[in-house]
């Protein structure tokens, strides 16, 4: 069988990482004095940092090992990134670093980094140890992110559920929420961000959520989860405190947004600007559809929002004005829109309203022109 360049790249790129952890795997059991622990990282205001991350840290001084593992690496360099990244095949994989770098990097972003010691047994921590050293050195060092179902956090929760006699408590009142609530307390200061997601994201994030998939929920769980009748930590340790951001007048809020729909509600008194509004909600909703259908996520699949962002839109304003099909159209979108409204939740209320309302004056405005011309 013959190897393309990239299939040489790659194994050659798999060789020197497999060498460059050797520093950290010579070992192949720990010491009795050998600890863990959970490293839970801060937010920041890039998108991919806005909900934290989890890594683990392993210790061991007889060895001389310090090293954080981390599954939440990923490269913007991929061919397509963020089509991949919608589509659902984007490739993490899991990397070794020293711990002191590790913080580093944390501290210049001005990420807080919370640790907390685990009380396992020493063939606990060795069934661990094997088991991320076996990752390290396979395939299975690369993995399909999953935004909800497989991503740094949930990887560290099953290294843990692996080992643990009872898995990790998800049954707290923070975490037993709906999805969509649970993302939108992260979201409190990205409106538009929060607006994209509660575009994009479909029936399963309506769900109540059962599992632990995010860090500082994984953080409490492990506060009040058990080893057997021990407490999995006694601690939280604060390793580095970010400092206070200082804020000022922000742009990126509901208000915002709102100003922008009253613009468009007033400029859509005129028709073309209707039939402009029309085309984007349309192409909207292809894209939504066409993403449910496209994406492994999920979290895409079975939009309601599509009742609200119509493709019929795009039919729509291509139909003759004095065609009884105009109108057929028209109060089949406003119905779909209104059977949307009938079952919308209170989470995508409080992020859509400025959008809901817009949807309803310049409704309004088009079927007051379809009066007018079948007169």
């Not at 076996?134 to 060092?141: G, I």
């Not at 929760?157 to 993302?183: G, Q, S």
């Not at 632990?212 to 390793?239: A, C, R």
Request: glycine share 4%; aromatic share 16%.
């Amino acid at each position: 069988m013959k190897l393309t360049f990239n299939d040489m790249k790659q194994q050659i790129v798999m060789i020197i990482c497999c060498f460059s952890f050797l520093g950290y795997s010579q070992p192949q059991r720990l010491s009795e004095n050998a600890r863990m622990s959970v490293l839970t990282c801060g937010t920041s205001d890039e998108l991919y940092a806005l909900f934290g991350h989890t890594a683990l840290r392993v210790v061991d001084e007889q060895e001389q090992i310090d090293v954080v593992f981390n599954y939440g690496m990923f490269d913007f360099r991929t061919p397509n990134f963020y089509g991949k990244f919608v589509k659902g095949d984007l490739i993490y994989y899991l990397d070794a670093n020293r711990y002191t770098d590790f913080v580093e990097s944390y501290r210049e972003d001005n990420r807080s980094v919370y640790e907390q010691p685990l009380n396992l047994s020493v063939a606990q921590k060795q069934k661990i140890w094997d088991e991320v050293r076996r990752h390290m050195s396979s395939q299975e060092r690369y993995y399909q992110y999953k935004f909800i179902d497989n991503n740094c956090t949930t990887k560290v929760v099953d290294l843990l559920n692996e080992v643990l006699p009872v898995p990790l408590k998800t049954d707290f009142p923070e975490n037993e929420r709906f999805y969509r609530a649970i993302l939108n307390d992260y979201l409190e200061t990205h409106y538009f961000e929060k607006l994209g997601i509660n575009l994009i994201f479909g029936a399963k994030v309506d769900r109540i959520n059962n599992q632990l998939f995010l860090p500082d929920k994984l953080m409490h769980s492990i506060e009040i989860s058990k080893n057997g009748h021990e407490k999995l930590t006694d601690e939280t340790l604060t390793v580095f405190k970010a400092s206070p951001m200082k804020k000022g007048i922000t742009w990126n809020s509901i208000y915002t947004f709102s100003a922008i729909c009253f613009i468009i509600m007033v400029l859509s008194v005129f028709q073309p600007f209707r039939n402009s509004y029309f085309f984007v909600m349309g192409f909207l909703g292809v894209f939504f559809i066409g993403a449910g259908f496209y994406s492994f996520h999920q979290e895409l699949a079975l939009n309601n929002v599509v009742l609200m962002c119509n493709p019929l839109f795009l039919v729509y304003i291509f139909v003759k004005k004095e065609s009884k099909i105009k109108r057929i159209l028209y109060y089949s979108i406003v119905g779909l829109f209104v059977l949307y409204l009938s079952f919308v939740g209170l989470e995508k209320l409080k992020v859509f309203m400025p959008l809901i309302f817009l949807n309803i004056v310049v409704l309004f405005l088009e079927q007051r022109n379809l009066k007018r011309k079948f007169k």
